[in-house]
């Protein structure tokens, strides 16, 4: 399951996302979702999250 779809990203969720510094490396970081930051319903990029660890980034891949 993607992250483009903000329906499918809960508060509380372990999640996959690339911080904007990662994004030319495609390097993920692994984190539990804090708030939903995107306020449309989908976003080609994934939808951007705050993580526990106050990180800021696209959620790629939805454990």
Do not use: C, F, Y
């Amino acid at each position: 399951m993607g992250g483009t779809k903000r329906a499918n990203i809960r508060s509380g969720m372990s999640v996959a996302i690339v911080l904007k510094q990662d994004q030319e490396s495609g390097r993920l970081t692994d984190g539990i979702v804090r708030d939903i930051l995107t306020n449309s319903p989908t976003h080609p990029h994934g939808i951007k999250v705050r993580l526990m660890s106050r990180e800021v980034g696209r959620v790629k891949v939805i454990h």
